[in-house]
């Protein structure tokens, strides 16, 4: 059984468009959240949820909206991409807002063209 | 502010030999620290913690790595290399109060060679 899944594993789409990347994890865990890592492998903090609650929301363009429906899922909506937004997305959970031992998705590659 | 800093963005050994992935971080306060690595295309995978308690920490997969408050570091070792151990190690930090936030260091890419 996958712990934490995202779907889709690839991404391609135009500047412009509008995408969403689903995550969900099995592991009962309450807190998600969303890393971006560039092309230069450096991992950045988006978002992160705590039961459904919003928790951390760093300096992300309002393009970006996550959603959390319940705790064993966590989406991320992307308005008007940008050629910036290319990068890997990461889905991860833990058991609780200590973040010890999170436990990370495969990855969303987003490339925007 | 929080922050983690891998000095070295690549470190070669050959297998057989010790390794060592250097990390140093601030934080305000004790710190929880972490080691993920990371394989191609793959998401991290979580090897070791340091909350409290004994400084050296062992981990998944022969990985250990030594807290060292007084320098700030929390280097990750392994005493024998094998060549599976080849990928990009992350150095994590966080800090017990002032938000949930986990800091990850750039990375360090290891490579070992047979």
């Known amino acids: 059984d996958t712990a934490v899944s995202q779907t889709p594993k690839y991404l391609v789409t135009q500047m412009g468009n509008d995408k969403s990347i689903k995550c969900e994890q099995n592991?009962?865990?309450?807190?998600m959240y969303w890393y971006k890592q560039d092309s230069k492998k450096f991992l950045k903090i988006m978002f992160s949820?705590?039961?459904?609650?919003?928790?951390i929301n760093e300096t992300v363009p309002n393009r970006f909206s996550p959603k959390s429906p319940d705790k064993a899922h966590l989406n991320l909506h992307i308005n008007s991409l940008e050629l910036g937004d290319s990068a890997v997305y990461f889905c991860?959970?833990?058991?609780?807002?200590?973040?010890?031992?999170?436990?990370f998705g495969p990855g969303t590659r987003l490339t925007v063209t | 502010a929080q922050s983690v800093a891998q000095p070295e963005d690549q470190v070669n050994v050959a297998e057989g030999n010790p390794l060592t992935v250097k990390c140093t971080y601030s934080?305000?306060?004790?710190?929880?620290l972490f080691w993920y690595v990371q394989y191609p295309n793959r998401g991290l995978q979580f090897l070791l913690k340091?909350?409290?308690?004994?400084?050296l920490v062992k981990g998944s997969y022969g990985f250990e790595a030594e807290f060292n408050k007084s320098q700030t570091s929390f280097h990750l070792k392994k005493p024998s290399a094998l060549v599976s151990d080849s990928a990009l190690y992350f150095c994590?930090?966080?800090?017990?109060?002032?938000?949930?936030?986990?800091?990850f260091g750039a990375g360090t890419r290891l490579f070992v060679k047979a």
């Open positions: 994590a930090v966080r800090a017990l109060t002032g938000g949930f936030k986990t800091i």
């Open positions: 592991l009962g865990h309450d807190t």
């Open positions: 340091y909350i409290t308690g004994d400084n």
């Open positions: 934080v305000s306060g004790n710190p929880y």
């Open positions: 949820y705590n039961n459904k609650e919003l928790i």
């Open positions: 991860a959970s833990s058991q609780d807002t200590s973040g010890i031992e999170q436990y």
